[in-house]
């Protein structure tokens, strides 16, 4: 099998130690917050109920604190409530906590990823466009008492999205790459539909967070190398959990001799330890994380977490996995006619290889 493997130990080594104790610290903190998650999930005390009530709140705000402040010496991690304007973050505030809660289905579930990307574009790609516009002029449907023309400013992007490639991590960051992609072609000028980069990489998850292993499929990953150097190759996945899938891709393109011209991944939910890890090992990434959450588990899942983003957008699977055309049928139709330019695009990046 063609295969490349990275291992936790590998990851580790890109910490610095200052790193490892921020990461200690923030694993410590934590630790009030889930004695107070005990009660709230055992105790039918009134009194006990509404003193862990207050006692996660002023956990949660404590570590948040700490992480902004950590962050802000931290150039290529950008956390969105870090850095937009406070009237922004109760809105991602209360996406964050529909997508944590079980109750969410998965339509809903998709929904509310769809406004968080389209959240994070804006404040990736149009806040930082600005002051800069274009005209756009758009045909009505109103034809009386003549054709009606409508003429909008918006930000002028269209540099910095014009030359930009979908890196899919499979499974759970198929459908963010597509809206992502989708955002990127609403805003060019010239309708630019990204090409996808599609990559078969998995975690073992036999393994513990310190000694996981993660796997690039080389014969089951649809890419062309030529397509990627020199560009700006986006990463949309809804988790970042260790950082180890990305940055094995990552390596591997950059012992090809790919040499893109930047690097984004864009994530809903970022664990501390992945945007650190990412950021060391990927000298001129950019991390995007609409939240970040303070520590993972012993499985390598994030705390508190959202659970299996993957199953959540896509459904669970059955006895066999399935494939990405099977996954773009499971969608249905009003996902796929939304995004048919960019599933067209996946169907050619797999057919055609």
Sequence with gaps: MNKIILHATDLDGFLTE????AIDTVGTMYQTSLKHCTTLGQSSNEKELEEAKAGLVKSSAEIGRYLKDF?????NIHVYSFETPQENHGQASRLISKLRDPKTGHEEFLYYIQRAYEMM??????DAALPNKRSLITETPVTVPITNFAAHRIPDVGK?????????????????????SKEIQ??????FITPFALFKIKRDESKREDNMAYILDLDRSFFNLEQLDGKDLVFADPMNATGGSMVTIVKYLQEQGIKPKSIKFINVVSAFKG?????????NVEVHTLWMDPI???RAY???????????????????????????????????NLYRDQVVEIEETVLGK
């Design 121 to 126: 574009f804006s404040h990736i790609y149009c």
């Design 302 to 336: 994030i705390l508190p977490g959202l659970g299996d983003a993957g199953d959540r957008l896509n459904g669970m699977d059955g006895e066999k996995p399935r494939n990405m055309i099977q996954l773009i049928a499971d969608y249905g139709s009003n996902i796929t």
């Design 186 to 191: 609403d805003y060019s000028e010239n309708n």
């Design 160 to 180: 910095g999205i014009e030359n930009s490639v979908m890196c899919v991590m499979l499974r759970g960051a198929l459908l963010p790459s597509m809206i992502m």
């Design 18 to 21: 200052d790193d490892k104790k």
């Design 275 to 283: 945007a650190v890890r990412i950021s060391r090992a990927i000298p």
């Design 296 to 298: 993972l588990n012993e």
């Design 71 to 75: 962050c802000a010496n931290e150039p």
